[in-house]
């Protein structure tokens, strides 16, 4: 993986998140869990490059965001799409995702976690998160078609600190 620039991403979020999916990737070496995710963006933000992500509190990933400060973000071409279904439709709570998947772990500097198969890894610090409220939502068909349950994900707007493509 070579290490850009944010600024040369040159993906469109339209296509990357909503179409080709990420995996959103915390814990520590010793403990970490992934889960597929399609909702978010990448932007630009009180003078950083930001990314944001939506996980709802069920999820298993979501302790691992809670608890730590950064966390990944990584992005894979269309033959890994299995894998990345591997990891949105099963929990870590029951399942060895690394196994299930077939995807193979590696480490930052930082310490956080991101895999070899990846073609752009976002490496990211939390710098706000707020679960989503019903009453702010203008268009309330979007609360009743996603929301109907009342399970609110939480959203994190976050720093991009490192990025790297493949090579």
Same mark, same amino acid.
């Given at each position: $993986? ?31 869990? $992934? $889960?597929?995710?399609? %909702? ?5 933000? %009180?003078?950083?490059? =930001? ?34 279904? =591997? ?58 078609? %996603? ?7 939480? $959203? ?7 990025? %790297?493509?493949?090579?």
């Amino acid at each position: $993986m070579k290490k850009i620039d944010p600024k040369e991403i040159r993906d469109n979020a339209v296509q990357l998140i909503g179409h080709d999916w990420m995996l959103v990737t915390a814990g520590t070496p010793e403990h970490f869990n $992934m $889960m597929t995710a399609s %909702w978010g963006g990448l932007g630009f933000m %009180w003078k950083r490059p =930001v990314a944001f992500v939506v996980i709802r509190p069920q999820r298993y990933t979501f302790d691992f965001i809670e608890k730590g400060e950064e966390f990944t973000l990584s992005f894979f071409s269309h033959e890994y799409h299995k894998a990345l279904s =591997v990891c949105g439709t099963t929990s870590g709570r029951d399942t060895d995702k690394v196994a299930a998947s077939g995807l193979s772990p590696y480490f930052t500097e930082n310490g956080n976690v991101s895999f070899t198969e990846a073609r752009l890894v976002l490496e990211c610090r939390k710098l706000y998160a707020e679960a989503l409220k019903p009453e702010c939502f203008l268009d309330r068909a979007i609360s009743s078609e %996603w929301y109907a349950a009342g399970d609110f994900h939480k $959203m994190y707007i976050v720093e991009i600190l490192n990025a %790297w493509v493949e090579e």
